[in-house]
């Protein structure tokens, strides 16, 4: 038995589909379904009232749909990572997604052992990108000048941002540069801030881009 419990709350418009995902995640030892929605609004609400640690969300849903539903968390400050779950392979339907808030995304025919780890692998504070994924997202976000932004960062903003790109939350990297996480979470700040990015996905990414990874 793990030492802690991953809380999942399922949010999809298909019945059978949250069914099929309750069914693989029920046998897991450290997972517990903690809650459903049938679509974003809800998943929303239920999110905010449940306070899982990983929503399972699906993109298209009839009214609020996924990545709607991604911004109002966003716009709450909800602390739930967002692993998308979807049938849709498109850079056009799954980038969006991941600019607003997710912190990566499966398909719903998912090996139940894969799905697992990766929402292991987010909670743990990964971001699950596949490559043409990511290629896709640094090639929007390449503006020319992002190697000058870079030079505006401090030598502890560079330590910070390399290990944001090594998968590191608030937590670990406080104990791994022997800071407050406090202090960490004004470095973050700082780094979004200068870099001209929105979260820390894209600062992730940014870091590979520019070679600032560790």
Do not use: C
């Amino acid at each position: 038995m793990a030492d802690k419990i991953i809380k999942v709350l399922l949010v999809d418009d298909h019945q059978v589909v949250r069914r099929g995902l309750r069914t693989f995640l029920e046998i897991q030892d450290d997972i517990e379904v903690v809650g459903e929605a049938s679509d974003g609004a809800e998943g929303v609400a239920r999110t905010e009232e449940l306070r899982p640690d990983v929503v399972l969300m699906d993109i298209k849903m009839p009214g609020t749909d996924g990545i709607e539903a991604l911004r109002r968390l966003r716009e709450l400050e909800n602390p739930a990572k967002v692993l998308i779950v979807t049938s849709f392979t498109e850079q056009r339907t799954v980038v969006p997604a991941l600019r607003a808030g997710a912190s990566g995304y499966v398909y719903k025919d998912v090996d139940p052992d894969a799905l697992a780890g990766a929402i292991r692998s987010v909670h743990a504070g990964h971001v699950l990108l596949q490559p043409e994924v990511a290629g896709a997202l640094l090639a929007q976000d390449d503006t020319g000048n992002g190697t000058g932004r870079g030079s505006t960062l401090t030598e502890r903003e560079r330590e910070v941002l390399g290990l944001i790109a090594d998968g590191r939350s608030n937590r670990e990297i406080a104990r791994a540069l022997v800071l407050s996480e406090k202090t960490v979470k004004t470095h973050v700040s700082n780094i979004l801030m200068k870099l001209d990015l929105s979260d820390r996905t894209q600062a992730a990414l940014w870091a590979v881009r520019h070679g600032a990874a560790g």
